[in-house]
């Protein structure tokens, strides 16, 4: 039925201020013609109309007006609530989120997003700095634009005022590592981690799943406490998780031969190959690797079909507009230089077992962490680096969060004496005067890793250095290993079919 034009001029009135149900005032000498007819006007448009005089009409017959406007709002079925999912973990969480934004976009959704980057609503950053935490949250679910939100979830936020939601639609644990914010809080070992961080499992919707990693004992001991169902994600099929959870008529992803299946009880659904994955760099990059395991499972989790899941991976790239500071890779005047936040010893070892693929002879590092940290945990990066690359650079800015002015380079100098491969340590204050320290020392051919703890600031500064050179650009690793291979230079590892 087509709505007379007084009356769409109301309903226009009541859009054009955000309302789904408003009171509408209009003078005019008569409703049934149109406004502009008789020099009609709307004086005032009410977010809190009166209801008794539609409820009990002239007629004397009542109605159910309030019944019939939450019909109008929301179709049979719908509960009102828009798509929740909630990422937590150690390592892998901020990329892993924006992936699943990624893909949730590619159906059609306005997509709100919380991550340690800022919040995104429809792809569009409108706050900046780490925002991981419930007030975020809410930002984004009380934004009437938002359709489905992906909120990063950190252990901070959860102590200080929990989830900052009541539940959610899928929960992701990406896994839990050790030397990353312990001793905070009365948080002091890994299980005490992931008690905290298992309170997002607690609030998954009975009709929603827990997406877990097979392969992390404190993971997958989560899986009993999720109100709803679990889906299990693992690089390898055979895992004992994946194949007892699989024999039940649970739902798995993993990867055999190169590609990623998504397997429930006996049935699968070959999704596609990580060759065709380009975050994972054809399949060498076995961090990334698993936060795509852990997207695909959340979007499959959340009904998102096959083909939408394997559009959405290839079009996502590791490259700096999408994950800033992810490993995204560059050539800068014949070098390799990885930028990776990864600051934590489980990051660090899981980026040097990447790197051990460069087939570079001399390694820089340019490295730091915050002053929040365990001395053994300093200590321990500082061992990690020395053992894999020749130079250190060492910087400290504004997070020394109580220490003192030079504490955190002298810990990381105890770890790095402890190294067997380090041969220069420099310290430099400043981060992004470690940055071009570094950039102006490069030499051709060498291999430099850069651990920006701003990151913004850092990939400005980066992009802008790429800007005033001839020989700079965002590569791909198969093209970094192809430039050693026409060098002379034998590269371990094979491009995967």
């Known amino acids: 039925m087509s709505i007379p034009r007084s009356p769409r001029g109301a309903v226009l009135a009541a859009r054009v201020v955000g309302l789904d149900i408003a009171g509408v005032d209009v003078v005019a000498l008569d409703i049934a013609r149109p406004l502009e007819e008789q020099g009609g006007v709307v ?16 007629s004397g017959k009542s109605r159910a007006v309030g019944e019939a ?146 392969d992390d004992p404190l993971v997958a001991e989560m899986a009993p406490t999720c109100p709803g169902s679990v889906v299990f994600f693992a690089q390898e099929s055979d895992h004992p998780v994946v194949l007892r959870h699989r024999a039940g008529g649970g739902r798995v992803v993993f990867v055999r031969d190169g590609k990623i299946v998504l397997a429930a009880g006996g049935d699968e659904i070959v999704l596609t190959s990580l060759a065709n994955v380009p975050l994972t760099h ?34 996502f790239s590791g490259e700096m507009d999408q994950v800033p500071g992810r490993f995204n890779l560059l050539e800068i005047d014949g070098a390799t230089v990885v930028l990776d936040y990864g600051h934590n010893p489980s990051a660090l070892l899981a980026l040097i077992e990447a790197l051990d693929q460069f087939p570079h002879e001399r390694r820089t590092a340019v490295y730091s962490a915050a002053g929040d940290r365990r001395d053994c945990d300093l200590i321990r990066q500082g061992e990690i680096l020395g053992d894999a690359f020749d130079r250190v650079i060492l910087y400290e800015d504004h997070y020394r969060r109580g220490r003192a002015d030079g504490e955190i380079m002298a810990l990381f100098r105890r770890g ?51 800007d005033r050179r001839s020989e700079g650009r965002e590569v791909d690793l198969s093209d970094v290993l192809d430039i050693k291979a026409d060098r002379g230079v034998l590269c371990a590892a094979p491009a995967l079919d």
């Open 43 to 58: 004086v005032e448009v009410n977010a809190g109309p009166g209801l008794r005089m539609h409820s009990q009409p002239s």
């Open 69 to 214: 406007i939450v019909d109008l709002m929301f179709a049979p079925g719908e509960n009102g609530r828009i798509p929740v999912v909630g990422v937590t973990g150690t390592n892998g969480k901020t990329t892993t989120t924006r992936l699943i934004a990624h893909m949730m976009a590619r159906v059609g959704k306005r997509v709100g997003m919380t991550c340690t980057d800022g919040i995104f609503i429809d792809g569009r950053r409108i706050d900046t700095g780490d925002c991981s935490g419930p007030l975020s949250a809410a930002a984004v679910l009380t934004n009437p634009l938002v359709e489905a939100a992906v909120l990063e979830t950190a252990r901070g936020g959860i102590l200080r005022a929990g989830l900052g939601f009541d539940r959610c639609d899928v929960a992701v644990v990406t896994n839990i590592a050790e030397g990353d914010h312990l001793g905070l809080a009365d948080i002091e070992t890994p299980e005490r981690l992931a008690w905290v961080k298992r309170t997002l499992v607690d609030a998954v919707a009975p009709t929603g799943s827990a997406v877990l990693k097979a």
């Open 282 to 315: 054809n399949g060498r990059i076995g961090f990334q690797i698993e936060n795509a395991l852990a997207a695909s499972a959340a979007a499959w989790a959340l009904g998102l079909p096959p083909e939408t899941i394997r559009h959405a991976l290839a079009t």
């Open 416 to 466: 790095l004496a402890k190294g067997s491969r380090v041969a220069e340590v420099l310290e430099v204050r400043g981060a992004l005067k470690s940055v071009e320290t570094a950039l102006r020392g490069v030499r051709p051919g060498e291999l430099l890793m850069i651990q920006p703890d701003e990151i913004d600031e850092t990939l400005t500064f980066v992009r802008r250095y790429l």
